[in-house]
């Protein structure tokens, strides 16, 4: 009887994460969750918030998510996760990108790459906008801001212009690094992607 039991709980299992649609956090260390539980982390509050807000719809979230990556392995990444065969891709790179003083062009091209894949697959694509503090320059802070709504004009795509807002610059939704969110700040983020993609689900 158990054994019976068991065998319909994997049956059931399988069978909701196959009817369920996937979507697909490309992202460095802010969205893997860097310094807080995995289950703080705003994709994994995100696919909670999906279930509670949106009825009917049932999404399964993938963070797909490398602390330290840059758009350089942004491609070969997504080519991966085309294994998952994603409805929808959250792309959420470019921060160590100009945290590292890269060229904008440069990584430019390795997020076009990313679309232009995501757009011959029919895979939906919100694409996150980052910013630099100002210490970096006012001509490579303007280069490096403009280009993510160049990007989502270009390829029509949903657009958050920041994925930090409300959270940035402000130490109690922040680890003590300033950079990387804590819980509550995740919090934050999850409520910003999900408005942002609500329509979509």
Request: glycine fraction near 6%.
């Amino acid at each position: 009887m158990k054994i019976l039991i068991l065998i319909i709980l994997l049956n059931f299992t399988n069978f909701a994460f196959a009817t369920s649609k996937r979507m697909v956090i490309l992202g460095d260390s802010i969205s893997e969750g860097y310094g807080v539980a995995k289950e703080s982390a705003y994709p994994s509050l995100l696919e909670k918030k999906i279930k509670v807000k949106t009825v009917g719809a049932q999404w399964t979230v993938i963070n797909a998510s490398i602390s330290g990556s840059t758009t350089a392995s942004a491609l070969s990444r997504f080519k991966w996760q085309l294994r998952q065969k994603p409805e929808l891709v959250v792309v959420a790179l470019g921060a160590n990108d100009g945290l590292r003083g890269l060229s904008v062009s440069v990584t430019e091209t390795n997020l076009v790459k990313v679309l232009e894949l995501a757009r011959d697959q029919k895979i939906q694509v919100v694409l996150c906008g980052m910013r630099m503090p100002p210490n970096y320059g006012k001509t490579y802070t303007e280069d490096f801001r403009s280009l993510f709504p160049k990007l989502a004009q270009k390829f029509k795509l949903t657009f958050i212009p920041f994925l930090l807002d409300q959270v940035a610059g402000r130490p109690e939704l922040n680890l003590a690094d300033g950079i990387h969110p804590n819980e509550k700040g995740h919090e934050i983020v999850a409520e910003n992607v999900y408005q942002a993609i609500k329509g979509l689900l």
